[in-house]
């Protein structure tokens, strides 16, 4: 019982140190909880939304579309659990500037429909499934007539369901969006009985859908001896749906295994650091209990106990803080709901988390129990001397010749930083992890802005996108463009070295679109070669290489010399002239011309699919950047946290530490501000080095983030002016700050008691 009451005594006299370490200990939890409920919840959320409704394992792709027999074909080969035709293309909601990715599968149930209002999937319906979101965003209900168009095609339906779909679970438009935007666009599903009522006989399905354990070798070559031809064949991995669940995975698991660490890291050590001086500054209330008769296995429990309950109360509220920020993330009404539309989300924590807990509880236990190990060894008269600080030897550094003349407040300050080495490398730790904090968040959000200046202002300089209908001549696409002064673009996908990429002609007499070298500057193309983005580079693929590229729907491969590269912001790609296309043979399908003329003096003709506004592809964009501010913000709060738990923690140890020596100034004279300008010098000293260290690691640590989180994404690593300042400077203060308190401690010094005993 009395170790017991002593132990709240000791809780209570260095309740500052408890704070801080529980802090960091709960921060470091939470954020290791938060991410990794986020990843594994992503995980069970949107498996099951595949599982129920019939995602494909792969998809065929064939130009000349697939017949009745095909799709039995693959129905009749062994490993083949079901496959469905299908088809998918981009319409345009009349007498609005919205659009709706049309589908339509055949067999229902590869995929099937999550109906969340309205009638049953019925394969006879003449009806419209429209997706629950963009019926929302727009004031749609049930029983609205939409008209949809698709080249010289109408196509109008009564709305009889609301919906989701694991085909669109990230509905956007094309690739140049980053986040969905539902007011814009959306998607709707037909019955094969509507389809063939508005296309008659031209109705074809360019894709077929596979559900198959089978592995994509064997699939394959069991897919070419079931066809007796080659088409294109794309696994899950290489749809926007699946790709997007395992990169958000991807990110989390990153994220769990990068913040975390360092927050627990820091923690420990403060840990270790801290019950070091505990037990050293008790080092003859050790002894007075080992006199008295308590048993050293009692004064190691009573110890260790002070531990423990910096555990538990860190760990405790760090479980509710994990879990409360994995709610913010994963939540009908968050920004990832935005981004996945699915039916309902389960929260879920990887069944590795509560031993990992446990085992991060029982690390800093140990760390008590190890400090006060060493100080038990001797005997009780031992124990009962008072713990004397480190002679204070002559640095090396003061022998100098350029230093002899050191002031005695650079000497002092020199020889405690020396003479408490774990102390002052702890401070360094702190600040470096502040400064890395910082440098990441304020990087990520600069980088972003870099990114979004180049494609909104050095790639992509025209106003309007006129999105074209599949198989649109290249005569009428290049008849659109000089009708409105316009560039126009051809993408295919294509393989390359066993992998698939995005093959695309330019064609840009006016300079609309632009590619960008490594370095950030606008590129010339040459009509004697292709440019293979950065990711093609990394894969070892370099400037005068021959390359052999095979589009989908064909066997053909043509030969390509590469003649640089160039930063691709958005698909792995490689990219030519229209001059070079035409001399190699090279098929191409018009996607799109790009024009500054108004989207409103557009008027619609035979092969134009949807009219999109640039600033209507650049509100995408907000979202992801809200998103980003909001990141930025809670990373430099925990930055700012971790600095003042860590460096109040250590300050105040160094002020316990240092009493009869600060004791001793007062009684011969300094004054109580000369004290403080003392201490605050030191931690000065220590948190500009600390800023030095910081910021390269932050640096690295970015760039770490970068290669990891946005993978998809060609991202410059950009650092403006304010970053620099705005990190150096938060920190700065934060420091002066924290000093200033623990300085004023100071004054209060009682000179009688902290020099009693001194020989």
């Given amino acids: 019982m009395l170790l017991f009451k002593k132990t709240l005594r000791t809780i209570g006299y260095y309740k500052a140190q408890f704070i801080s370490m529980a802090v960091m200990v709960m921060i470091g939890a939470g954020v290791f909880l938060g991410f990794h409920i986020e990843w594994r919840s992503i995980e069970k959320t949107v498996q099951q939304f595949f599982d129920d409704t019939g995602f494909a394992d ?58 969340t209002e309205g009638a049953a999937y019925d394969p006879d319906s003449q009806g419209l499934y429209l997706s629950d979101r963009f019926a929302k965003a727009n004031g749609i209900v049930i029983g609205d007539t939409l008209t949809l168009s698709y080249g010289l095609f109408s196509l109008k339906g009564e709305v009889v369901s609301l919906v989701k779909s694991s085909e669109q679970l990230v509905c956007i438009a094309d690739g140049n969006q980053v986040m969905p935007n539902y007011v814009r666009h959306g998607f709707v599903f037909i019955t094969p009985a509507k389809l063939r ?27 070419r001896a079931a066809l007796g031809r080659d ?13 997007a669940m395992n990169s958000e995975i991807n990110e989390g698991k990153t994220m769990a295994s990068v913040l975390p660490v360092l927050f627990l890291l820091i923690a420990l050590l403060t840990m270790v650091t801290t019950m070091h001086r505990i037990t050293a500054n008790e080092k003859t209330q050790i002894g007075i209990l080992k006199a008295l008769g308590f048993r050293d296995k009692r004064i190691l429990l009573h110890y260790t106990s002070f531990a423990a309950v910096v555990s538990v109360t860190g760990l405790i509220p760090g479980a509710a803080l994990g879990f409360g920020l994995a709610r ?38 140990a760390v008590g129990y190890s400090s006060v190990r060493k100080t038990l060894r001797g005997t009780a008269a031992e124990t009962l001397m008072p713990y004397l600080p480190k002679k204070a030897r002559k640095l090396r550094i003061e022998r100098l010749s350029l230093l002899k003349n050191l002031g005695f407040g650079t000497r002092w300050n020199l020889r405690d930083i020396f003479r408490h080495k ?23 959000q600069d980088t972003m802005w870099e990114f979004l200046r180049l494609l909104n202002h050095e790639t992509n300089r025209y106003a309007t996108r006129i999105n074209l209908a599949e198989k649109t001549p290249v005569a009428d696409a290049e008849k659109l463009a000089q009708r409105y002064a316009g560039d126009w673009m051809a993408q295919t996908p294509a393989r390359l070295n066993g992998g698939n990429i995005s093959l695309e002609i330019y064609h840009t007499p006016h300079d609309l679109l632009r590619l960008m070298t490594v370095d950030n500057r606008p590129m010339k193309m040459e009509d004697d070669g292709v440019y293979v983005c950065i990711r093609l580079w990394e894969e ?92 930025v913000a809670m990373l430099a709060l925990a930055a700012v946290i971790m600095a003042i738990a860590v460096l109040y923690n250590l300050g105040i140890m160094s002020y316990v530490e240092r009493s009869r020596e600060l004791a001793t100034l007062k009684v011969v004279g300094f004054r109580d501000k000369k004290l403080s300008r003392l201490l605050i010098s030191q931690n000065l000293w220590l948190t500009i ?9 932050g640096m690295a640590v970015l760039q770490y ?30 420091s002066l700050i924290v000093s200033f308190f623990v300085a004023r401690k100071s004054r209060c010094i009682n000179m009688v008691e902290a020099l009693k005993g001194v020989d």
């Fill in 58 to 115: 792969y998809r065929l792709y064939d130009k000349r579309g697939f017949f009745l027999d095909d799709l039995r074909a693959v129905e009749n080969m062994e490993g083949v659990v079901s496959a469905s035709r299908y088809i998918s293309v981009n319409t345009a909601l009349k007498g609005t500037d919205k659009t709706l990715n049309l589908n339509a599968v055949e067999q229902y149930g590869t995929p099937s429909l999550s109906i």
């Fill in 197 to 223: 009522a508005t296309m008659g006989i031209l109705m074809f399905y360019p894709q077929l859908n596979v559900r198959t354990p089978l592995d994509r070798s064997v699939f394959e070559e069991k897919l």
């Fill in 231 to 243: 088409v294109t064949v794309l696994d899950k991995m290489e749809h926007l749906s699946y790709f």
């Fill in 328 to 365: 913010m993330i994963i939540n009908p009404h968050s920004m990832m709901a935005l981004y996945f539309d699915v039916p309902c989300w389960y929260l879920e924590m990887p069944a590795f988390c509560p031993p990992l807990m446990l085992l991060m509880a029982l690390v800093l236990i």
């Fill in 422 to 444: 774990a102390r002052s490398w702890m401070t360094l730790l702190g600040i470096v992890g502040c400064m890395m904090l910082l440098v990441g968040a304020l990087g990520m």
């Fill in 540 to 631: 070892g693929i370099r400037p005068g290489d021959t390359i052999m590229l095979c589009p989908y729907g064909t066997d053909q491969r043509y030969p390509a010399k590469v003649k640089g590269v160039f930063r691709s912001l958005f698909s792995k790609s490689v990219v030519m002239t229209r001059a070079f296309a035409d001399k190699a043979g090279i098929p191409r399908h018009p996607a799109a011309v790009f024009t500054n003329v108004e989207k409103e003096d557009i008027s619609p003709e035979k092969y134009i699919n949807a009219v999109q506004s640039k600033k209507a592809i650049m509100e995408s964009y907000d979202s992801f950047m809200q998103v980003m501010y909001t990141m």
């Fill in 689 to 697: 080095a600390g800023i030095a260290l910081g910021l390269p690691l």
């Fill in 705 to 734: 983030l970068l290669d990891a989180l946005a993978a998809d994404y060609e991202l410059t690593l950009t650092m403006g002016f304010l970053t620099y300042t705005g990190s150096i400077l938060l920190t700065l203060l934060t």
